[in-house]
Structures are given as structure tokens and as C-alpha cells.
């Protein structure tokens, strides 16, 4: 599938398909820190996160292997905002691929985990997480299923960036400066637009370096990913030993080091 992207590929498709692999690469690192505070709020019997952090780790996942599909088209900014029941609905009909079992699996987990978290949003069952029985999302179900997308994450860009350099053996292509490259560094909110000063740092390596098609380990080096997680370290020093440390599994999801 890769196959008609990698004999056109041009300087204005390297562009493109950098943003949309350091988006993932980002929401694959933002669901490596739910994931991680979902163990740590279960270990230490904070139930009531649960729900949101066991979701968001799958959502992130999920839009993580949306944007590494070579059959889901880039559409710049609608892209970054679908909305959660569409990206639900376009996972769980991709993985159809790889046998209705999958499909169906995903399909019911990723709905019941949109369900469970509403529910603790908008409204509060007296009887806790155990209102929902044995149809529970576990936090080790949501990290599974988390790794599982991840994992098909990064064989597509593994599969882009080789197929690319069959078809382009001793090309190096440029990144243009298009529009679409903000999206990799700014954020809109209803108040304020803001520009992430780590992102615009990280985005212009990038565009001394990315000369072609990476996989996410590849592009996941050694200073993004220290930075990305020391940013949710205890910003005392001497913080009790028990505080949260982000980057206790940095290979939760995907196996960076």
C-alpha cells in the first residue's frame, strides 16, 4: 500500500509525512505518560483517574496509527481534530485488516473505555468502577491494546521508509516550509494560540536532518525523548521518592532504548 506514496515521493510528500510521523511519534509519548500514571493512580488506589487515564492512553494510540496509514489521507488540521467517535470508528474499521476477531476485540473495548470515562465525566455512580462489572477496561488491558497500535505504528513508517529507499536509493529530499509544519509546534486553543518552544527547537533538527521516511524508534532520539518525559518530573529536587516519575517505562508502548 505503500508502494504508490514511495514512486511519487518528492520533497512535498517528505514534508507531509514528517508531520504526521512526529505527531504520532508525540502521541505515542503522551500515551506513554497516561499509561505510566495509570499504573502509579492504580497502585496507589486513586480509582477515580482511572477511566480517564486508561482511555486517553488507548485514544493517543489510536491517532498515533491513524496518521501512519498510507490509506487514511492527510487533511492538515481536520485531521489533528477529529473528533473521538470518529477516531474510534476509523481504528476499529482499519484493524478489520488484520481479521474481524481484531476488529470486533477493539471495536467493544475502545467503546466501553469512551463509556466508562463519560460516565465518571458527566455523571457518578455511587458504587464506584464496580458499576461496571466484568466489562471493566482494565489499566493492563488499555496498556495492551495501547502497545498493540503502537506496534502497527511503527512497522508503517518502518514499511514507508524502506519502501522509499528502494525506489530512492541515493535521494535526500528537503522539507518545505509549508503551513501544514505549525501543526507540529502550535496549539489553538479558544483563548490563546501557543507555540511549544521544545517543539519548534525539535521541529527545526528535523529539518536540518529528516532527509527521508523514519520509523518512530528512529526519529525518537535520545534528547526528544529525555526532554519530552522530564518535563513531568517533580519540579523540586528533592521531591519524596514516591512522586511520579514519567519516564520510569519510557518503553511501555514503544521500545525507544
Not at 528537503?174 to 518552544?197: G, K, N, P, V
Request: glycine share 6%; proline share 3%; hydrophobic share 40%.
Amino acid at each position: 500500500m505503500f508502494d504508490p506514496i514511495a514512486k511519487n515521493f518528492d520533497d512535498a510528500l517528505n514534508t507531509e509525512w514528517f508531520v504526521r510521523s512526529y505527531l504520532a511519534l508525540k502521541f505515542v509519548l503522551g500515551a506513554t505518560v497516561l499509561g505510566n500514571s495509570a499504573e502509579y493512580a492504580e497502585d496507589r488506589n486513586l480509582q477515580v483517574t482511572l477511566p480517564y487515564l486508561g482511555y486517553y492512553t488507548m485514544m493517543n494510540t489510536c491517532r498515533a496509527f491513524l496518521l501512519t496509514l498510507p490509506c487514511v489521507e492527510w487533511r492538515g488540521e481536520k485531521s489533528i481534530e477529529m473528533t473521538h467517535s470518529n477516531i474510534l470508528n476509523t481504528t476499529a474499521d482499519k484493524l478489520r485488516r488484520l481479521g474481524s476477531g481484531h476488529q470486533a476485540r477493539f471495536s467493544q473495548k475502545l467503546l466501553a473505555a469512551k463509556d466508562q470515562r463519560e460516565l465518571f465525566s458527566y455523571r457518578f455512580p455511587s458504587t464506584g468502577l464496580s458499576v461496571f462489572g466484568d466489562q471493566l477496561v482494565s489499566v493492563g488491558e488499555a496498556i495492551s491494546l495501547g502497545r498493540f497500535l503502537v506496534e502497527l505504528s511503527q512497522i508503517n513508517l518502518a514499511c514507508l521508509e524502506a519502501r522509499v529507499a528502494r525506489f530512492w536509493p541515493s535521494t535526500a529530499f528537503r522539507m518545505l516550509e509549508l503551513e501544514d509544519m505549525w501543526h507540529a509546534m502550535q496549539y489553538e486553543m479558544s483563548t490563546a494560540t501557543l507555540i511549544d518552544d521544545e517543539d519548534y527547537h525539535r521541529v527545526g533538527y528535523f529539518v536540518r536532518n529528516y532527509r527521508s521516511p523514519r520509523s518512530l524508534v528512529s526519529m525518537a532520539t535520545d534528547g526528544l525523548v529525555d526532554d519530552f518525559f522530564g518535563a513531568w518530573s517533580p519540579l523540586d529536587e528533592n521531591a519524596d521518592k514516591n512522586s511520579f516519575d514519567a519516564d520510569r517505562q519510557c518503553n511501555l508502548l514503544l521500545d525507544i532504548w
